[in-house]
């Protein structure tokens, strides 16, 4: 069978381009060699949280590796036969869960079975979405198109150690993806602000969500904001101190989102506006995905084929580099209306 070359170099570079490609090689049974992996970076090719969406993948679709090395610039996936069950995976570091689990959504709903996939390391560390990011816009929007998983955040994990614990099990997967339309939020309903701090004090969580709220108050008035607080009292403690917040917009036809994490030096309400000034820039646009969510639909708009539309508040360079990868390795064409930093539109043809 021919192989598929894939520049990890191309756009974007990141490690996106691995996660993408993998899941798609899984999905379509089409074996891929990805090159010049994170070339463009400070420390090049592939890093931990990469190798274990590598072997995350490649255990549920029985796939044959080379490559799979700490600092590899080259990897090779030959896939197999996608299976269900269970899976216990630790990235070992603070590496990213929430990109594990964005990488297997395209293959979540051809599993051949209820499975479930436990993952052990950062829920909340940068580059990434937060553990509530996935829960309640990721999750929600997939449900939108006939996706339905669970995510369970057992344990929170913050930099340096990580530690933490996700659960994303789905019981039913439903075979297909019908094409589907997110083209306009429609009109906002509510807000909810997730806002989360353990190691530390309760106050830095409740500061973090008023910030948010005032900035939304600010320019949004009239709508309910509901705040949702998590302390050391929720769960199991993490090993390491650590916050964030998530600020999400329900609306008509959609949910967006965005997040902040803190950091050291960094004051709560600062955190907290960030992430309702960066959420409130993307629904200004009136499209029904937020920046984020815009990249990570695009594999899947793609996997449901034909008269999917997508409108995206901001066409990112992930987003660019996702659509490429798409095309390349599922033959699909899609057209981009929009320019880099603007809203668009996508429509696979």
């Known amino acids: 069978m021919e192989t598929i070359i894939i520049d990890g170099s191309y756009g974007e570079g990141g490690g996106q381009i691995v996660r993408t490609s993998i899941a798609l090689s899984a999905l379509s049974g089409k074996t891929v060699k990805i090159v010049n992996i994170r070339a463009k970076r400070r420390n090049p090719g592939l890093q931990h949280q990469h190798l274990s969406a590598v072997r995350a993948i490649a255990e549920i679709a029985t796939a044959e590796v080379n490559g799979a090395k700490l600092g590899s610039t080259e990897l090779t996936f030959s896939p197999g036969k996608l299976r269900s069950g269970t899976f216990k995976l630790d990235v070992g570091t603070a590496g990213s869960v929430t990109l594990i689990a964005q990488a297997l959504l395209p293959i979540l709903p051809f599993l051949p079975g209820p499975t479930t996939i436990e993952m052990r390391g950062g829920t909340d560390v940068p580059w990434s979405p937060t553990s509530d990011y996935f829960a309640h816009v990721v999750k929600n929007i997939a ?181 490429k990868v798409v095309e390349s390795i599922l033959g699909v064409r899609m057209l981009i209306d929009g320019s880099k930093g603007k809203p668009f539109t996508l429509k696979v043809l």
């Open 143 to 323: 449900e939108k198109i006939g996706l339905r998983f669970s995510f369970e955040v057992l344990r929170r994990g913050y930099y340096p150690r990580g530690g933490g614990v996700v659960r994303l099990s789905i019981e039913d997967p439903p075979g297909s993806i019908e094409p589907f339309k997110l083209l306009e939020r429609g009109e906002i309903k509510k807000f909810e602000i997730w806002s989360v701090a353990h190691n530390l004090p309760r106050h830095v969580a409740e500061r973090q969500a008023k910030a948010a709220s005032n900035a939304i108050v600010k320019r949004m008035r009239g709508i309910d904001i509901i705040e949702r607080i998590e302390d050391d009292s929720s769960g199991e403690k993490p090993l390491d101190p650590g916050s964030s917040v998530a600020v999400i917009a329900h609306a008509e036809h959609s949910i967006l989102g965005a997040d902040s994490l803190g950091e050291r030096g960094k004051r709560a309400e600062v955190v907290g506006t960030e992430a309702a000034e960066k959420l409130l820039e993307d629904i200004s646009t009136g499209k029904a995905l937020d920046r984020h969510m815009s990249d990570m639909m695009i594999p899947l708009a793609a996997i449901a084929g034909r008269g999917s539309e997508l409108g995206g508040s901001m066409l990112t360079e992930h987003a660019i580099t996702n659509a």
